[in-house]
């Protein structure tokens, strides 16, 4: 009977909809990349986390566009994401507007490139008005 059990337990097993692809060198290659911040809310991992203080922002993996809309698991179609926004946290309580000291900080965090892109954003942005 046991057997049976044990059978009947494996036929039951969920299968994932879509296999898990990407190997952990890509995965810290992203990770340094993003230079371990959340892509959609900045915070960095090991920050204090926003909706839990007692936990640490823990960092995952994510697909910009998911796989079930056609996405896959190519580096330009991944981000570091926390678990807060992989949840989908923010969109039911959104932080307050961040000061700037923070945004200052997380400038200075990113990567060079991405710094270039915020100073052109700026430039772009204010230059047209004067």
């Known amino acids: 009977m ?5 059978k009947q337990m494996e036929r039951n097993k ?14 810290k290659w992203i990770l340094e990349r993003s230079n371990k911040t959340c892509q959609m809310c900045g915070w960095a991992a090991g920050d204090a986390d926003p909706f839990n203080s007692s936990r640490p922002v823990r960092l995952t993996i994510g697909n910009i566009l998911s796989k079930s809309a056609g996405g896959d698991d190519s580096p330009s179609n991944l981000r570091t994401i926390c678990t807060n926004c992989s949840e989908g946290l923010r969109k039911a309580r959104l932080l307050p507007k961040p000061g700037r000291i923070f945004l200052l900080t997380q400038i200075r965090r990113a990567t060079t490139e991405d710094q270039k892109a915020v100073l052109h954003w700026l430039i772009k942005k204010f230059l047209s008005y004067a």
């Open 14 to 27: 969920r299968k994932l909809a879509f296999g898990r692809g990407v190997k952990k060198e890509l995965q």
């Open 2 to 6: 046991n057997n049976i059990d044990s």
